[in-house]
């Protein structure tokens, strides 16, 4: 597919070289073919960033423009965005390696949150509250809090920047956006979709390169007024200390150690694809993953057969072929990570189901592939119970009473998301409400869609995306006084 692209930075309005001059491949994980070269921006660029937003918010007309028109605009976004699916969810495979119906199922989501945050421009004018004070009127608004930095990851690089891009500019504030420095295409593409929907210029701008040079400027810079990140959770503590310079307003989405419990009176079918699902899309490169697969003592066996029957027959390739279910991860490095953690359950002691190398199959080799893979006789004193894999593994853990299951679930340090299977409903809303995570699914793991808020408790995070509140992030809460018959006080 031939795609019109223009690879630069985008600030104040014009698309740009990095000052420097330095650039960076992208590459393809399923081949390591160089797909596109890009800007290698540095703080010099990302500075000039912040200063357009800056201008642009403190005098630009965007803050004060009329919530409708700001909705019509981002509504705007999301029809463009579905005029050129096809494009962006080829972008999308090509650069993350996962499959077109997987990319295609992402831009109608990304269409979704756009349309959703459209809607509710219009609705967050704040009330009227009662006060104590006689002939005077007292009011709540919401005003947008500024500056905006907005870090995004590499394993839905699109997705991610519309849970951040469409509350910021539905709420009037300006924002300078970083994708992961290995997965930028579309969300440059979808700048260029920003513009065209009429995105004033410095409203947003879009910065490609590192973490440790256009992250830490944005994070560390007095002119920014929040950063919202979605990534690993050292980078995560690291831009909480660089925010605290000016007490910039955050947003943190840190990963997840997701428990997915199965109770023996379940829906077996259901359960063993659900567990599936829940882990094996994308390679398993997914924040909320149900990994950690806790299931009843009595049912183990069975219900681990039954995965490792299915694995067996997961057909591994290239993202473009349609008969693919799962494709390569992101990049030799992380594939390097991945086969590091296994080989570390394999000195814990755990027992591999299935899978655990790379697959054989000589039309693979130039990939980062990795097969499916399943451990059984896990606890949760060892690593790989404990730490976020971010590729195709499951952990297997057993319990047999009910309060078991939500002790081992509740052992962790993160809080993102978690799974309950059981027939049972009063038992699955007993567990739910026990269940210490942002996010609860009772017969269904991994759905998402714009009204309902995302994040997570503990060390997954602060804050949260999508719903209402996703739009409170972006917004300053302001209270108004008037006195209309005001008199002296006459205490001095």
Not at 259 to 285: E, M, R, S, Y
Not at 386 to 415: C, H, M, R
């Amino acid at each position: 597919m031939d795609v019109n692209l223009t690879l630069k930075n985008y600030i104040n309005g014009e698309w740009v070289e990095a000052k420097s001059g330095e650039t960076r491949d992208i590459i393809n994980p399923f081949n390591q073919e160089v797909i596109a070269t890009v800007p290698e921006a540095d703080e010099t660029d990302t500075k000039e960033a912040i200063a357009a937003a800056r201008e642009a918010f403190d005098n630009g007309e965007w803050p004060e423009t009329p919530a409708t028109e700001r909705g019509a605009i981002v509504r705007r976004i999301a029809e463009l965005i579905e005029r050129d699916k096809e494009e962006l969810a080829y972008l999308e495979s090509l650069d993350t390696g996962k499959t077109m119906d997987e990319s295609r199922g992402d831009m109608d989501d990304i269409a979704g949150v756009f349309r959703y945050y459209a809607e509710l421009a219009d609705k967050n004018g704040g009330e009227l509250i009662d006060s104590p004070v006689p002939n005077s009127v007292s009011k709540v608004v919401h005003e947008p809090v500024g500056v905006c930095g907005q870090i995004t990851p590499w394993n839905y690089p699109l997705l991610q920047a519309s849970w951040k891009l469409a509350p910021a500019l539905a709420t009037g504030n300006t924002l300078i956006m970083k994708p992961s420095e290995i997965t930028p295409l579309t969300t440059i593409k979808t700048f260029a979709l920003m513009e065209e929907a009429g995105v004033p210029k410095g409203v947003a701008n879009l910065v490609l390169g590192a973490g440790a040079t256009v992250g830490n400027e944005l994070s560390t810079s007095n002119d920014v007024d929040l950063i919202s990140f979605t990534g690993g959770i050292e980078t995560g503590k690291k831009i909480m200390q660089a925010a605290s310079g000016n007490v910039k307003k955050l947003a943190l989405e840190l990963g997840g150690k997701n428990p997915n419990v199965i109770f023996a009176d379940a829906d077996f079918d259901l359960a063993v694809d659900q567990a599936l699902n829940g882990v094996f899309f994308h390679a398993g490169q997914i924040c909320s993953a149900g990994t950690r697969l806790i299931v009843e003592e009595s049912i183990h066996d069975r219900f681990v057969e039954a995965l490792v029957e299915r694995v067996k027959k997961f057909r591994i390739g290239s993202g473009f072929d349609e008969e693919t279910q799962m494709g390569p991860l992101i990049s030799a490095e992380h594939l390097a990570k991945v086969e590091k953690y296994v080989e570390t359950g394999i000195k814990e002691g755990a027992t591999i189901a299935v899978g655990g190398g790379r697959p054989e199959d000589p039309e693979l080799q130039n990939g980062f592939f990795y097969l499916p893979t399943i451990f059984t006789g896990c606890t949760t004193d060892m690593d790989i119970v404990q730490e976020e894999a971010f590729g195709p593994i499951i952990t297997v853990e057993t319990f047999t009473t009910e309060q078991e299951a939500v002790k081992l679930a509740n052992d962790s340090i993160y809080g993102l998301a978690g799974g309950v299977f059981t027939q049972d409903t009063v038992k699955a809303e007993r567990c739910a409400a026990k269940m210490r995570m942002g996010t609860v699914w009772i017969n269904e793991f991994n759905l998402y869609f714009p009204h309902a808020p995302w994040g997570g408790y503990k060390q997954s995070g602060i804050g949260r995306e999508l719903g209402r509140l996703g739009i409170e992030e972006y917004t300053e809460t302001k209270h108004i006084f008037q006195n209309l018959k005001p008199e002296p006080l006459h205490w001095f």
